[in-house]
Structure formats: structure tokens, C-alpha cells
């Protein structure tokens, strides 16, 4: 893989890899994404081959704001309530990493969205993400840039190390400041709101600017699918515990908060935050993963003590960590 730098000369390369059907890596303010033009079936075929994804798990697609995103979205079918929530939340949190899934337009190929009669788009806060999409002028369908069930990337170093020779580029935009998934909203025909992931925007935001509850993501009319427990998995086993203190043995340790002295390993002992930041967390949250994962250790991990606002990404993201593989 060809590590492209973030200039004018890399996004050019990279805007015709891509119009002409070609898959390469990019980065996003949460994490870096696989990319395809949206309405290239052969290329978008190859994300999914190169990731071993599912075919029942869709794609979100990239824009550059809400006017693109009507291009995937059908906005004839969508009754007032519907129209004004996208308003609203596009024009607070966009770019940014929240994800939205509408109703879509028929020519939006079957293979991105799995079939579904919806899709899901976000406009992402990255300047290279930005330029490439425009270089390109078509949205980008881009899942997460790792190998199905892993750990997202947050470097183009981690992206070089989950797809090496299967995909021929990545461009380089640094480590990525939010660290993990965007928030993945459904706005029902009505306009009521439905958590399907919870990631970077908290959901007491989305609540704050609807003036509404945001429902739990199960039971809606819109379906969730690809929503597998044991995602973001290292291939190690991780143990959850409340609070780590002592003697832990041959194992890795991966602390909440607070100073690495409370604990003794043979594996290395990596903290969150220090000061129990959820942003500071979220951004380190898959590096120290990986490096963990590295050391082929078992890791122990405490829980993120808080569920609210990026505290609910964090202890979703440690829980399917946690989860055993079918
Ligand atoms: O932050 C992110 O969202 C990153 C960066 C690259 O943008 N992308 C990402 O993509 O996390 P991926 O493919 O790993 O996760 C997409 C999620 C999946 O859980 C999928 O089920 C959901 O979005 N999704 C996509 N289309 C959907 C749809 N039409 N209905 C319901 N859920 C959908
Ligand atoms: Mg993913």
C-alpha cells in the first residue's frame, strides 16, 4: 500500500484512482474509511471483498454536505417532521460524526446499502476527507478501513497494517480526532429519532436540538443490521472489570483513569485518560487496543465508569471487545 500525503498532488491521485473504480483509504475525524464512489458497483464489490465484510452490513456514504447527501436521499418521500429534524441536526452537527439514515433514492446501488430500502449518510469534519470528496465530486461510500470484526484504524499506519496489499492506497491525514464511529441516527418517517449506534455526537445532543427523546435503537420501522457483538474485536481475549488494583499476572492492562502505578503486569499497563476525559479516551480507545492486541497478551479492561455522552460510544465499543466470537 502506497501511504499518499494529504497535498494537492496526493488527492489528485487519489480522486482518479476512484473515478475510475478504484478502493483506497481516508481519513476521517473519527476513523479512517475504505472508500468508493457510491454509484461504482464493481468498486463498491471491492470494499467489501477487501474488508471480508458481510454483504447484510451497508455502507455509509460520504458528503460533502446536506445539498450532496439529497443526491442518496429521497426527499419526496419524507413528510414535514422528517425534512425539518434533518434540518436541524445537519445544520447544528454538520461536518461532523454524525450519521443519518433516510429513505433513499432508487439509484443508489442495492450492494451499498444491502438491499434496504434506506441509507446512511454523514458529512465528515476532516479537511482531507473534505477535499477529496469534492476533488471527486460524488459522495464516497467508506465503512471503517479494517478487516471485518477488527478494530477500526485510527493512524494510516493501522490502516497499512489491516489491509497491507489488498488495497493500494491510503491517504495520510494524521491520527484521527475523535477515535472512534460516528453516532448512527434513523429518522423515521414521522421524525422520531432512533439510536442504531451510539459514537462521536452524543445522543443528549440530538435530543437537545429535536426538542424530543431519542428512542433505543431496536423496534423502529428502520432496521439496524450489521450490528454483530463481537465487533471491534482484538485477537486476544479481553476481560471487562469494574476497577483493576494490584498483582494482574501475564496479562495487558487497560486502565479508565487515573495514574498506571495501581497496577502490576507482565504485559504493559496503558491509561485512558488520566484525568477521566471521555474525549481523550475515545481518541486513544483503538490505539491502545491495538498496541495491546500487539503484545498477544490477554487484556484486562476496566469499564468506562460514565454512559453519558461519549461515555455511551466508549463503553459500547469496550463491551464488543469483550464479546466472544460466534
Ligand atoms: O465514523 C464512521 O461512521 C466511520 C467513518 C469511516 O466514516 N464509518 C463506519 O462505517 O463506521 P462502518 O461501515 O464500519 O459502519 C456503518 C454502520 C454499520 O453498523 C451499519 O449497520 C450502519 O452503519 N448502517 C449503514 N447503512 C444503514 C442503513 N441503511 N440502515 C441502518 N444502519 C445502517
Ligand atoms: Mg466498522
Not at 55 to 73: C, K, M, N, Y
Not at 112 to 132: E, I, K, N
Request: hydrophobic share 45%; glycine share 10%; proline share 9%.
Amino acid at each position: 500500500m502506497i501511504v499518499l500525503p494529504p497535498d494537492e498532488s496526493g488527492i489528485r491521485i487519489a480522486a482518479d484512482h476512484l473515478l475510475a473504480g478504484g478502493i483506497l483509504g481516508m481519513p476521517t475525524e473519527t476513523v479512517y474509511g475504505l472508500a468508493a464512489v457510491v454509484w461504482r458497483t464493481d468498486a463498491i464489490a471491492s470494499v467489501f471483498a477487501a474488508k471480508e465484510r458481510p454483504l447484510f452490513d451497508p455502507l455509509i456514504a460520504h458528503v460533502v454536505d446536506v445539498e450532496q447527501a439529497w443526491t442518496v436521499w429521497d426527499r419526496d418521500v419524507l413528510e414535514a417532521p422528517a425534512r425539518e429534524a434533518v434540518e436541524r441536526l445537519t445544520a447544528a452537527l454538520w461536518p461532523g460524526p454524525l450519521t443519518l439514515v433516510l429513505p433513499r433514492r432508487e439509484a443508489v446501488p442495492d450492494l451499498a446499502t444491502s438491499g434496504l430500502p434506506t441509507a446512511a449518510v454523514r458529512s465528515p469534519d476532516h479537511p482531507v476527507a473534505r477535499s477529496l470528496i469534492a476533488a471527486v465530486g460524488e459522495p464516497l461510500v467508506a465503512p471503517s478501513a479494517n478487516r471485518f470484526g477488527r478494530v477500526s484504524p485510527t493512524t494510516a499506519e493501522a490502516v497499512v497494517a489491516e489491509l497491507g496489499d489488498r488495497v493500494p492506497y491510503v491517504l495520510d491525514g494524521g491520527p484521527c480526532r475523535v477515535g472512534l464511529e460516528s453516532t448512527v441516527l434513523a429518522i423515521e418517517p414521522d421524525g422520531v429519532p432512533r439510536l442504531l449506534r451510539p459514537g462521536g455526537v452524543a445522543a443528549e445532543r440530538v435530543a437537545e436540538l429535536l426538542g424530543r427523546p431519542v428512542r433505543d435503537g431496536r423496534g423502529g420501522a428502520i432496521e439496524a443490521p450489521g450490528q454483530l457483538a463481537s465487533h471491534y474485536a482484538p485477537s486476544v481475549p479481553l476481560t471487562l472489570v469494574d476497577r483493576a488494583e494490584g498483582e494482574l499476572g501475564r496479562v495487558s492492562a487497560l486502565l479508565a483513569s487515573g495514574s498506571a502505578d495501581r497496577v502490576r503486569a507482565d504485559g504493559s499497563v496503558v491509561v485512558l485518560s488520566e484525568g477521566g476525559d471521555a474525549a481523550e479516551a475515545a481518541r486513544r480507545l483503538f490505539a491502545a487496543l491495538r498496541e495491546l492486541d500487539g503484545a498477544g497478551l490477554p487484556i484486562v479492561a476496566e469499564r468506562w465508569p460514565d454512559r453519558t455522552g461519549l461515555g455511551h460510544a466508549i463503553a459500547d465499543r469496550l463491551e464488543r471487545a469483550a464479546a466472544r466470537r460466534p
